[in-house]
């Protein structure tokens, strides 16, 4: 099962390395690991999306609180937060896939970003699952290249961390 797990640290050389660095040596599984700025320029938020029981991912948050430089750890649940990935994905095209494949990118709400006579290039933002479903759906494509992101999570509502 994947948990997923937002840290706010302060922004600092070297913190998203020791956020790595820990979670590796403790030998937690680590799907992906997605940091930026927020909108206080000395604050970056992490999302982490680690694999395992609940106890993993309660053990990992513990980890993550005890590094000095991040203010604040949260375990994030699918019901209360909103969770996005992006990708994008290069499909060679044969002339008589072509728009049978654009048919696909617009149920899926995909963005057409790049186009030539032989490849289209796809960007999507969505759900983990809709990406996923969007990868199984092409898969009987020839798909030449993926880029995929990690998550970006926040968790719904009023609450909101300070200086995130």
Do not use: W
Request: proline share 2%; with cysteine; aromatic share 2%.
């Amino acid at each position: 099962m994947k948990h997923t797990i937002s840290v706010v640290m302060e922004n600092k050389p070297g913190v998203l390395s020791r956020i790595s660095v820990l979670l590796a040596r403790k030998g937690f599984n680590i799907d992906s690991i997605t940091a930026g700025p927020t909108s206080n320029h000395d604050i970056t938020r992490m999302t982490v999306v680690v694999e395992g029981d609940d106890y993993v991912a309660d053990q990992a948050a513990k980890q993550l609180e005890k590094l000095m430089d991040v203010v604040t750890v949260q375990r994030l649940d699918d019901q209360n937060s909103t969770r996005r990935e992006l990708i994008l994905i290069k499909i060679k095209l044969a002339k008589d896939q072509r728009s049978e494949i654009i048919d696909l990118a617009k149920i899926m709400d995909c963005e057409i970003v790049d186009i030539s006579h032989t490849t289209l290039m796809l960007e999507h933002s969505d759900r983990p699952e809709k990406i996923d479903l969007l990868v199984d759906l092409l898969s009987g494509y020839e798909i030449l290249e993926m880029a995929r992101g990690g998550a970006i999570a926040l968790q719904k509502g009023e609450e909101a961390v300070s200086g995130a």
